[in-house]
């Protein structure tokens, strides 16, 4: 398909696990970006990355969460030693970039992998 | 730094009658805005966006939103809604940094519930 794509949908651990989770991003799209939906919340910026430099990982909540794009097109989110307050929808967007610098593309996002934590 | 405030968690509406959906943004620069609707556990879609162009932006689905600077706000609306607008609504601002890419800021969202 044309979109972005995130596997799984769903995903259950328990406490302690560790999970990962997949996004494919539209073909050529530069820039990648991870977030975190609470239920009843607007999604939070975790990760960015512009092909496979990850440029900022300042939304990261804790150490046990580890993001990598090694070829600069899928990417995988990480999360060790889950907790119960890592239960949420991640969801994974793309875009291109701007030739300038700057750049102010519209995100396009995937259907998100929902985690719940037992 | 950025931010985003939607006036209403919750808006009610009969259908075949207007939509508003209301959002107020802070920037620092000269901001890009977007609105995005959620269905259920889908992920999101770009409904519109400004960039600086035109302050009446036109979307899809029959969406439109209108920019003004001196008020800060870019609210949503629709002349006529449709049950199948019923979904959660975004207002997003964005930080086009060079070490952010454009890094997007969401408001918390505003419900829109379409009564036949």
């Known amino acids: 398909g044309a979109g972005v794509s995130q596997s799984p949908r769903y995903k259950v651990a328990k406490r302690g696990q560790d999970v990962a989770l997949r996004c494919d991003p539209i073909s050529g799209h530069v820039s990648l970006f991870w977030y975190q939906q609470a239920l009843g919340q607007g999604p939070e910026f975790l990760t960015y990355?512009?092909?496979?430099?990850?440029?900022?990982k300042s939304g990261l909540p804790s150490d046990r969460f580890f993001a990598e794009r090694p070829e600069g097109s899928v990417s995988t989110l990480k999360i060790q030693r889950t907790q119960q307050e890592d239960s949420a929808v991640y969801l994974c967007?793309?875009?291109?970039?701007?030739?300038?610098?700057?750049?102010?593309?519209?995100?396009?996002f995937g259907d998100g992998t929902r985690l719940s934590i037992l | 730094a950025q931010s985003v405030t939607q006036l209403d968690s919750h808006v009610s509406v009969s259908e075949g009658t207007p939509v508003l959906l209301r959002c107020n943004y802070s920037s620092s620069y000269s901001p890009s805005l977007f609105w995005y609707v959620q269905h259920p556990n889908k992920g999101l879609q770009l409904l519109l966006k400004y960039t600086s162009a035109a302050t009446l932006v036109k979307g899809i689905n029959g969406f439109e939103a209108e920019f003004k600077k001196s008020e800060t706000s870019f609210h949503l609306t629709k002349p006529s809604a449709h049950m199948s607008d019923a979904a959660e609504y975004f207002c997003v601002v964005s930080d086009p940094g060079k070490d952010t890419g454009n890094q997007f800021y969401f408001g918390t969202g505003t419900s829109l519930t379409v009564i036949p």
């Open positions: 990355f512009q092909n496979e430099a990850q440029l900022d």
């Open positions: 967007a793309s875009s291109v970039r701007d030739r300038g610098e700057y750049s102010n593309q519209p995100q396009h």
